[in-house]
């Protein structure tokens, strides 16, 4: 039996002083998870409400983080008509940052991403 490997991916951006939960959040949060191909399987957001969440996730399911970036851009500017369309897209920006520096891309030479070992669990095990 083969296992279905995919890899998650974060991005964040500064939300606008225009948008509603902007006193509550300050950023705009993307996670997405990309099957082996590169291909999106499926993506989140901190966006508040569920028909924005579910709305994007729908606008980029199924897209390569790898040829179709500029149509992934291209959808969200399209038709995501909301006031955070702009920090959704340098969120979905960072995400591709994330996605050039993973296996995807560099192979076993990838080196997982700096953070504080201390939160997962792992400082004693170094």
Known sequence: MSEHVTYLFSGYAR??????????YKRVGMVVEVD???H???????????LARDFLARLLRGFSVFSDRDLMEE?????YR???QGALIF????????VDQSPL?????????AGDASQIGLADDY
């Open 36 to 38: 082996e191909g590169g």
């Open 82 to 84: 909301g006031h955070s």
């Open 75 to 79: 959808r969200i500017r399209r038709h």
């Open 105 to 113: 891309v560099l192979g076993d030479s990838a080196v997982a991403p």
């Open 91 to 98: 969120a979905l920006r960072k995400v591709f940052e994330a």
């Open 40 to 50: 999106l399987v499926d993506c989140s957001s901190t966006l508040v409400t569920e």
């Open 15 to 24: 939300l606008p002083q225009n948008v509603s939960h902007q006193a509550v």
